[in-house]
């Protein structure tokens, strides 16, 4: 899979055009229709529609036509939705809850924790996708304080997170991948120094989840969420949240639902019990059309294997940032492959107009704030991404 660092760059790109994954990456790629027309590089935004999820939605809409309601039948796909993100992140479907947003998911985590008392900090870090950070300063109202760990060089550092977190945090916050600059975090590390002093962890894996082998049980974290609609090949509206059996059990999340009773279908409004394990954590009626789609999703990138997705994502990154370097443009974050998610953030001054450009010409790329993002993922070619960054190169000096 991968071709020796020693080779000269000239040829490394040659070699790199060579190479393939493991799984029949034409077979993959007849799967994904816009690769007719688009090279869809926007996995750190929305996944490209596929044929397997498509089938997915289809099932159900054909099943809410043909029979009205089927209930069992919809809620059993949900159940299997959230079998399938537990086989995927190396977990028991009894320590997953069925989220509607990842806003959703660490809302009902923070909903959970009492910040009233001597433990009541929170440390986050300047990485956090906006809506983690707001939901943890929303707990302010009740006793909790917010301390930020900084983003230096489009990185987190370990010494920056441990510098803040003492005897009184009770939660720390990480996010695994960036999605300004594609930086990836270390969290078994943060894991350890934030269990060191008695704080939880709660991990955003969204910009990650799907491109990577990830096991939950083994990152150290207390908690992880993700939603469905960026390397997951899904679509909005769902997301799960995996809590550590050991400490599911002695929450009791506010925000809540009849979905997070012990049995939902008691229908006893003044009686409050908890269902065991994470799905205390579920609310309402579940998603289930977005349940029907997000299993199909999974279901094809674990059969593929994400051990190769991982493998072959990591040299379209690779050539990703070596490309955009050769072609004398700017890589926001550390560009040492091991700190890096897919996503290659290329410093521009109007990112808006060159994610134009490119659209301009089917490539589709994603605008963040003073980057145009390139998030390859495993149906797309070396050749994509030499492609992509040529326009983006164009773009970028206006040509
Ligand atoms: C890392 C990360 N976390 C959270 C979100 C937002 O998730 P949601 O809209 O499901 O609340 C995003 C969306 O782009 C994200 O990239």
């Known amino acids: 899979m991968c071709y020796p660092d020693s080779l000269p760059s000239r040829l490394s790109g040659i070699v790199a055009a060579m190479i393939t994954p493991l799984y029949d990456l034409d077979t993959v790629r007849r799967q994904i229709p816009i690769l007719g027309t688009h090279i869809p590089m926007n996995n750190c ?9 498509r089938a997915a939605a289809d099932e159900y809409l054909a099943s809410w036509a043909a029979d009205g309601m089927d209930w069992d039948t919809w809620i059993e796909r949900t159940e299997q939705a ?13 320590d997953v809850a069925v989220a509607t947003s990842l806003s959703q998911a660490v809302s009902s985590v923070a909903s959970a924790l009492f910040w009233g008392g001597r433990r009541n900090r929170i440390v986050a870090s300047g990485a956090e996708f906006p809506t983690v950070g707001h ?59 934030a269990h060191a002093k008695g704080a939880l962890l709660f991990v955003d894996a969204y910009q990650t989840m799907g491109s990577e082998h990830f096991d939950a049980p083994s990152s150290g974290a207390d908690f992880v969420a993700s939603g469905n609609l960026k390397f997951l090949m899904g679509i ?51 998603p289930i059309m977005e349940a029907y789609v997000a299993r199909a999703g999974m279901a094809w990138l674990r059969e593929l294997g994400l051990d190769a ?27 040492d492959p091991a700190r890096r998610a897919p996503t290659t ?8 107009a060159v994610e134009a450009e490119l659209h301009a010409q089917r490539i589709i790329g ?18 994509d991404v030499d492609r992509a960054l040529d326009a983006t190169a164009h773009a970028i000096r206006g040509e």
Do not use: M
């Not at 079998?83 to 977990?91: D, K, Q």
């Open 135 to 193: 939901v943890w300063l929303a707990q302010e109202r009740y006793g909790a304080v917010v301390d930020w760990v900084p983003v230096r060089d489009g990185a987190v550092e370990l010494d920056d997170y441990q510098a803040r977190i003492d005897d009184q945090t009770l939660v720390v916050s990480a996010c695994r991948g960036y999605y300004q600059t594609g930086f990836k975090q270390d969290i078994p590390a943060i894991a350890e120094l």
């Open 45 to 53: 935004s929305q996944a490209p529609q596929s044929d397997v999820t």
């Open 309 to 335: 997705i991982e493998a072959w994502n990591a040299e379209l990154g690779r050539r990703c940032v070596e490309g955009a370097v050769e072609r004398g443009l700017t890589v926001l974050g550390p560009h």
């Open 82 to 94: 959230r079998s399938e993100f537990a086989a995927f992140i190396g977990a028991e479907p009894a």
């Open 345 to 352: 953030a290329i410093a521009c001054d109007d990112s808006h």
């Open 366 to 383: 994603s605008a963040r704030g003073p980057a145009i993002r390139l998030a390859p993922h495993f149906y797309n070619t070396i050749d």
């Open 236 to 286: 909005p509206g769902i997301a799960f949240l995996w809590v550590r059996p050991e400490v599911s059990g002695r929450l009791e999340p506010s925000i809540t639902g009849w979905f997070g009773r012990a049995n939902p279908y008691a229908f006893e409004a003044d009686r409050l019990d908890w269902a065991e394990g994470a799905r205390r954590f579920d609310l309402g009626t579940p």
